[in-house]
């Protein structure tokens, strides 16, 4: 069994026994060669092999920096980095006091509005409870803000950020036009989608 393939490397009385059991087994039988590691790391074949392990969870931006350092898991659709591989709690404590703490929250999904401002605000505040002061206001607004949306019942669907974008020009009867970027939590982007369309 451990005999090499090659017949002149066999004992030349062997040499024709070899050759008939050889013939009698389908001859050369070529062995399925593997490519090698660098083949398979060439960008073009390395992209087409993520986008393949993408087909039933989405990545985040960050998803290899993190699945080198943390345990990832299935959620909404996509691979969430769920906790540190490595002890870094002290560390991670240092950060927040002294200086910052960054979080990959890519996997949230962005929802376009356009329309008049005035029909637009009016429209998405039907969806928000005006006691709880988180509300859609009016622009400009050059930072983000949030929202706590809600059905046609009155149950709370989630929390929203939303901003505005730079106005464009006024329609003819003289509505400012406004596009508005809705940033939602895709453990309810289809409730929001919902009652958007409603």
């Known amino acids: 069994r451990a005999v090499s393939h090659d017949v002149r490397r066999l004992p030349r009385r062997l040499r024709a026994k070899y050759l008939r059991e050889k013939a009698q087994g389908g001859g050369d039988v070529p062995a399925g060669k593997r490519p090698s590691r660098k083949f398979r790391r060439r960008a073009s074949n ?4 993520y986008n393949r392990r993408q087909r039933n969870h989405f990545w985040m931006e960050t998803h290899i920096w993190h699945a080198k350092r943390f345990h990832m898991f299935e959620k909404w659709g996509y691979k969430i980095p769920e906790f540190p591989n490595d002890k870094c709690w002290r560390a991670c404590y240092r950060a927040t006091k002294s200086t910052s703490l960054m979080f990959d929250i890519s ?12 029909t637009l605000l009016s429209s998405l505040n039907q969806l928000t409870r005006g006691e709880t002061k988180q509300v859609f206001e009016p622009p400009p607004s050059h930072r983000e803000r949030t929202a706590l949306l809600s059905d046609g019942v ?11 974008l730079p106005a464009q020009k006024a329609e003819p009867e003289g509505e400012e036009v406004g596009r508005l970027w ?9 409730l929001v989608i919902q009652e958007l369309k409603m």
Do not use: D, K, S
């Not at 809705?182 to 289809?190: E, G, K, L």
């Open 46 to 49: 390395l992209l087409a092999e």
């Open 107 to 118: 996997y949230n999904n962005l929802l376009q509005i356009t329309g008049g401002v005035a």
């Open 154 to 164: 009155g149950r709370i669907i989630g929390e929203v950020g939303y901003t505005w």
């Open 182 to 190: 809705i940033f939602c939590h895709p453990a309810y982007v289809t």
